[in-house]
T-cell receptor
Framework: KAGVTQTPRYLIKTRGQQVTLSCSPI?????VSWYQQTPGQGLQFLFE???????NKGNFPGRFSGRQFSNSRSEMNVSTLELGDSALYLC???????????????FGPGTRLLVL | AQTVTQSQPEMSVQEAETVTLSCTYD???????LFWYKQPPSRQMILVIR??????QNATENRFSVNFQKAAKSFSLKISDSQLGDTAMYFC????????????FGKGTSLLVTP
């Protein structure tokens, strides 16, 4: 079974631009979570989607948004990029469970975003 | 809000030796999950071990085991017979049981295994 895939793997943008990152979960997984990893702040939860609905949201500004499609693939968008948005963005997927549960999350390889 | 604290930013251990990584957390919840994730230089996050708070028995996965002290809110990871491939960042993480899959991570411990 293929793992979680994220595209693109590397991205360079300039301040003020916007960016869209994609995550394809493991087949059959309906929960997708996004995390931002930076040297200063560590790993921070962005948001989680389950069955096309945002179930949880972390403490990030509205410039960060996401969505999930009917095939469970997810995208996250960052508008008006700032230098501080440079980070590794990780996606994780889990088997379906309406309220969360015992299932393990599997992480993708991440997208490394550099904002100049 | 739940917080996870890893007090050891860096650790080093010789091959074949045993090392323990510390983690404490703060929560008012009684049911939750705790995890240790490993992130090698490739940046791929890999689950090492998990513990369910309602289980008193400490989890074990081959060379990896935990010491879960619920009252003390402590969750340490013991790596036995350390191998060079264990060199990585190790993250302790917390997740509530019935509100999705959002993980709260600690800052991580960088473990170096030397020959």
């Amino acid at each position: 079974k293929a793992g979680v895939t994220q595209t693109p793997r590397y991205l360079i943008k300039t301040r003020g631009q916007q960016v869209t990152l994609s995550c394809s979960p493991i087949s059959g997984h309906r929960s997708v979570s996004w995390y931002q990893q930076t040297p200063g702040q560590g790993l921070q939860f962005l948001f989680e989607y389950f069955s096309e609905t945002q179930r949880n949201k972390g403490n990030f500004p509205g410039r960060f948004s996401g969505r999930q499609f009917s095939n469970s693939r997810s995208e996250m968008n960052v508008s008006t990029l700032e230098l501080g948005d440079s980070a590794l963005y990780l996606c994780a997927s889990s088997l379906e469970s309406p309220r969360g549960g015992r299932e393990t999350q599997y992480f993708g390889p991440g997208t490394r975003l550099l904002v100049l | 809000a739940q917080t996870v604290t890893q007090s050891q930013p860096e650790m080093s251990v010789q091959e074949a030796e045993t090392v323990t990584l510390s983690c404490t957390y703060d929560t008012s919840e009684s049911n939750y999950y705790l995890f240790w994730y490993k992130q090698p230089p490739s940046r791929q996050m890999i689950l090492v071990i998990r513990q369910e708070a309602y289980k008193q028995q400490n989890a074990t996965e081959n060379r990896f085991s935990v010491n879960f002290q619920k009252a003390a809110k402590s969750f340490s990871l013991k790596i036995s017979d350390s191998q060079l491939g264990d060199t990585a960042m190790y993250f302790c993480a917390f997740r509530m049981t019935n509100s999705g899959y959002a993980l709260n991570f600690g800052k991580g411990t960088s473990l170096l295994v030397t020959p």
